[in-house]
Structure formats: structure tokens, C-alpha cells
């Protein structure tokens, strides 16, 4: 399956080897009768995180992008979906509170009305989806976050493009400091990602380690016409295999 692969419709469960890497793409808007089940799940705590919500639609979107995460582990771990468990990392990276499943990974993000949620084992990785928006301030962001590379690329770019390239440039670090876990602890301007439209993903020098970049590898997704998103993952031999999951068709999950 290429990088930039066609999402297929997920109608039965997935398998996961060794040597894949699963990303799933769900809607975070979810009819009533939907969210009953994915609430169900959730632990008490969690259910308090949601109501701290102001607006409903947040509350609701919080809720349908946990409890799926919950279903969808249940499914690969083969158990129930309110008995998985969490630690978080200084910098607030989840993974699973069960140390004899070191091996098994997984990152997800979420923007406006869509979740990606990413699964692998033995190897490290991130996910982000971004919304594409007109009205962000490209130059002010790029001069605090970027490195100095990525922001003479960007200069160079037509101004049509500034957008996506700043779209692109934002999803590739964000998905790199999501997989080592160190969130905006590690400084997005100490490294560099690629940049021209016409050049693939990838992570091109990270200060002061030589051998960093060499060690991960980026892949571009299409998650829906309006976003953008990166995965960005340890090593260079893994298989991407992409889903969208629908409310009317995750029935085998619950």
C-alpha cells in the first residue's frame, strides 16, 4: 500500500502485524444512540474531563475520540474496552499501564470533526491532523516554531501555497515530537523537517544528533479534502494500511 494510499472502508477487523503500522480515520460527530455505547465505556475520571467542557459539541467530541480509542485497543488486546488503562508520560504522551505489553504502541489526534487514531508494534510513532485555515498567521507562527531552514523554504513558496507548505511543515514536526513523546518540551525549532511541495516527508537534521534522522521515517496522509496530517514512525520497513471507520459500520466493535 503506497504512503498516500486510498482510505478503505473498515467492515471487519483488522489484524496487526508485526511489520504494519494501522491508522484509522473516525468522525468525531456522532448520532446520540452512537455515543451512548462509546460513553458507557469511559472511566469515571474521563467522564468528569468531559463534562469540564463548556460547549456540547466539545464534550461530545471528547467523548466519541476516547471511548472509539478505548473500543479499538479492546479489540487489539482482545479485552474489554473499560479495562484498559493508562500512564502518561511527564509531557503527557498516553500509552498503555500494562508492562507486559511494552511492545504495543499507539498515538492519535484529533482536529474540527475528525480523530485519527495510529497502532503499531515494537516501534515508536506519532500522528497529527490539522484543519487547513486561511486566516492563520503563517509568517508569526513560522517565526517562533520553525527552524531557520524551514523558514527560507517557506519564503520561497509561492504565496498560494503558503498555506499547505505551512500545513505540511506544522503536521510533519508535530507528528515527530508526538513519537518521542516530549510533546512541545522539544524545541520544534531545533530540527528540520522537508518542506518543498515537491519533496517527501521527512525529518532532515535534528540539532546536535547526527544520526537522529536517519532512525525515523514520515509518510504524508489525505484524511479528508480541508486537513492535513503526518505519522511519523521508527524505522523504514513498516507497511501503512489506512481505514475510515463509520458510525453505521463499527458494529463489531461494540
Known amino acids: 500500500m503506497s504512503p498516500d494510499s486510498a482510505w478503505q472502508k473498515l467492515s ?20 446520540d444512540v452512537g455515543m451512548a455505547a462509546l460513553e458507557r465505556v469511559l472511566t469515571e475520571e474521563e467522564r468528569a474531563r468531559a463534562e469540564r467542557y463548556h460547549f456540547k ?40 499501564a500494562w508492562p507486559d505489553l511494552p511492545a504495543f504502541q499507539f498515538n ?17 510513532l506519532g500522528i497529527d491532523i490539522e484543519r487547513v485555515r486561511q486566516d492563520i498567521d503563517v509568517p508569526g507562527i513560522a517565526r517562533h516554531t520553525f527552524s531557520e531552514a524551514e523558514r527560507k523554504v517557506l519564503a520561497s ?14 503536521t510533519r514536526k508535530e507528528a515527530y515530537v508526538k513519537a518521542r513523546g516530549e510533546g ?41 479534502p480541508g486537513y492535513k496530517a503526518c505519522l511519523a514512525a521508527e524505522g523504514h520497513t513498516w507497511r501503512l494500511k489506512c481505514w475510515h471507520l463509520d458510525e453505521a459500520d463499527s458494529g463489531f466493535l461494540f
Not at 477487523?13 to 448520532?31: F, G, Q, Y
Not at 479492546?74 to 502518561?88: D, Q, T
Not at 513558496?157 to 506544522?170: L, M, Q, R
Open 108 to 124: 492519535l489526534s484529533h482536529s474540527h470533526s475528525l480523530v485519527l487514531y495510529a497502532f503499531t508494534i515494537g516501534r515508536q
Open 57 to 96: 459539541k466539545d464534550r461530545d467530541r471528547f467523548v466519541v475520540a476516547r471511548g472509539m480509542l478505548r473500543y479499538l485497543l479492546g479489540h487489539y488486546l482482545k479485552c474489554s474496552p473499560a479495562e484498559v488503562r493508562f500512564f502518561y508520560s511527564q509531557y503527557g504522551k498516553p500509552s498503555l
Open 184 to 224: 512541545m518540551h522539544f524545541g520544534l525549532s531545533s530540527f528540520d523537517v522537508s518542506l518543498h511541495p515537491q519533496d517527501a516527508p521527512a525529518l532532515l537534521r535534528v540539532k546536535d544528533n547526527d544520526e537522529e534522522a536517519s532512525r525515523w521515517s514520515f509518510r504524508s496522509l489525505n484524511p479528508h
Open 12 to 31: 471487519l477487523p483488522p489484524v496487526l502485524a508485526d511489520d504494519e503500522i494501522h491508522v484509522l480515520r473516525a468522525s468525531l460527530e456522532w448520532p
Open 157 to 170: 513558496v509561492t504565496a498560494e501555497s503558503k498555506v499547505d507548505v505551512f500545513f505540511d511543515c506544522w
